[in-house]
């Protein structure tokens, strides 16, 4: 049984760095694009990152463009997402997740299958 679990979040000031991380189990992931989502109180799930199985493909939502870097450690089955210049609009509920396909990267969330069960991230004015 896949699991995913996130950590990392918590508060910090406008201009702050957080580092996440989701720590996978069940299975290898090496084959499998990871990526992280947030979900903000009324509104949906906004995509944030994606990164390739090996690595090699990346891509960012815009408005974290710059700012995000996601990685890997598959050797950990661990994956991270590093926020630096945190925005009081990045405040949300982070989650990880594993896309459903090997060998693909998207970025629409229908697109993964198993997901962790999220960690709050807080960025004060």
């Known amino acids: 049984q896949v699991q995913l679990v996130e950590s990392g979040g918590g508060l910090v000031q406008a201009g702050g760095s957080l580092r996440l991380s989701c720590a996978a189990s069940?299975?290898?992931?090496?084959?499998?694009?990871m990526g992280w989502f947030r979900q903000a109180p009324g509104k949906e799930r906004e995509f944030v990152a994606v990164l390739s199985g090996g690595g090699s493909v990346t891509y960012y939502g815009d408005s974290v463009k710059g700012r995000f870097t996601i990685s890997r450690d598959n050797a950990k089955n661990t994956m991270y997402l590093q926020m630096n210049s945190l925005k009081p609009e990045d405040t949300a509920v982070y989650y990880c997740?594993?896309?459903?396909?090997?060998?693909?990267?998207?970025?629409?969330?229908?697109?993964?299958?198993?997901w962790g069960q999220g960690t709050q991230v807080t960025v004060s004015s």
């Open positions: 069940g299975r290898s992931f090496s084959n499998y694009a």
């Open positions: 997740a594993v896309h459903r396909n090997p060998f693909h990267a998207t970025t629409r969330p229908a697109d993964f299958g198993s």
